[in-house]
Each structure stands twice: as C-alpha cells, then as structure tokens.
T-cell receptor
C-alpha cells in the first residue's frame, strides 16, 4: 500500500526561488493537510483541505499556497523561499475526523 | 500561542518499567485527543486516541488518560521496550484542525 507519498524527499533552494512539494494519497481520503516540523515547535499546520476545490489556512500559512484539484493530490507551493522556511514538511490525510496518516516527510533547506 | 503543550522534552526509562508522558491543553473546545509516535527520518504514526466523552482508553501496552477538568492527558506505556524509543507527540482536535505539542523524546535503556 502506497498510502501518502511525498516528493521530493530532500531539496535545497536559494532565497527567492520557488518550488512545489508534491503530495499524493491513494486512500480516497477527503481531508488532506500540510504540516511543518521545527525543533521545539512540534508540528504546525500550514494549510488543509476538506475536499477537492476546498482549502483553508492553518496556523502558519504565510509564504505558502495550496490547491486541491483532485481528491488524490495536494501540492504545497513556496512562492519565494526564505531561510525561515527551512524545515521538514509532512503531508497527511484522513477520513472524517479520525487519525491522520502521514507521509515520510520532505526536508527543505533554504540558503 | 501553543494550545497543546508537552513540557517534558525528554524522558529516560529502564526497559520493563512504566513510561508516563504528559500533555496539557488550553482550548476547552478540543473534543478528540491523539498520540503519535515518530522515528527519525519517518513520518509520525498513529498510536492511540481518546474522545472527550471518555476518561481512559487502552490498547495493549498503551493507555491514554484524559482529565478534562484539568485539561490534561497522559500516555502510559507498560512495560517499556527498546522499540518504544522515539519522539511522542500529543495532539488535540476541534473541527478539522489538529494541533500538536512539541514532542517528548523517550529513550528506553536496556
């Protein structure tokens, strides 16, 4: 079972560059979300979606865009990367209000 | 402002003994609570959960206790095993948002 798949696993960017972190799930989950993990901060919600065509902001949305054109995919776009966006990013999905299933993470470094 | 707090960054316990992890929250609207376990270079995986209408939920070696009046929950692992060495995140949910604590790193000593 593939579950939640994130690409790329590692990425190095220069300040000001843009990129997209890809996330796909094959469990037909309506809910998908993006978190970032930073030392001492735990996991913080960036954006989430409760279904195709519907997205909303989490705790730390600034500097990130999302879209949800299909149930399976939920890409996260960094518009103009900043060193403060150096982090590990996790995509997660779930059905209803039950537990989240996480991807393996994408480690991003912004120089 | 973190609504879910894990005040102990680390915990060291001897194999076979009990591990107790604590978590406090501030939002009284949270209605579902979860614990996740995370190994290095992997995504978090679900461990156990509890609804706000219950005060205890047990699953094998793992038991979660909820004290709503104190806005406190805890995770008990008995007996602790070497494979339990990981980071444990407490999480709380209201509507579609899940808020996480900063995590507690558990080390099980042989």
């Amino acid at each position: 079972n593939a579950g939640v798949t994130q690409t790329p696993k590692f990425q190095v960017l220069k300040t000001g560059q843009s990129m997209t972190l890809q996330c796909a799930q094959d469990m037909n989950h309506e809910y998908m979300s993006w978190y970032r993990q930073d030392p001492g901060m735990g996991l913080r919600l960036i954006h989430y979606s409760v279904g195709a065509g519907i997205t909303d902001q989490g705790e730390v949305p600034n500097g990130y865009n999302v879209s949800r054109s299909t149930t399976e995919d939920f890409p996260l776009r960094l518009l103009s990367a900043a060193p403060s966006q150096t982090s590990v990013y996790f995509c997660a999905s779930r059905v209803g209000l039950r537990e989240l299933f996480f991807g393996e993470g994408s480690r991003l470094t912004v120089l | 402002d973190q609504q879910v707090k894990q005040n102990s960054p680390s915990l060291s316990v001897q194999e076979g003994r009990i591990s107790i992890l604590n978590c406090d929250y501030t939002n009284s609207m949270f209605d579902y609570f979860l614990w996740y376990k995370k190994y290095p270079a992997e995504g978090p995986t679900f461990l156990i959960s509890i609804s706000s209408i219950k005060d205890k939920n047990e699953d094998g070696r793992f038991t979660v206790f909820l004290n709503k009046s104190a806005k406190h929950l805890s995770l008990h692992i008995v007996p602790s095993q070497p494979g339990d060495s990981a980071v444990y995140f407490c999480a709380a949910s209201v509507d579609y948002k899940l808020s996480f604590g900063a995590g507690t790193t558990v080390t099980v000593r042989a």
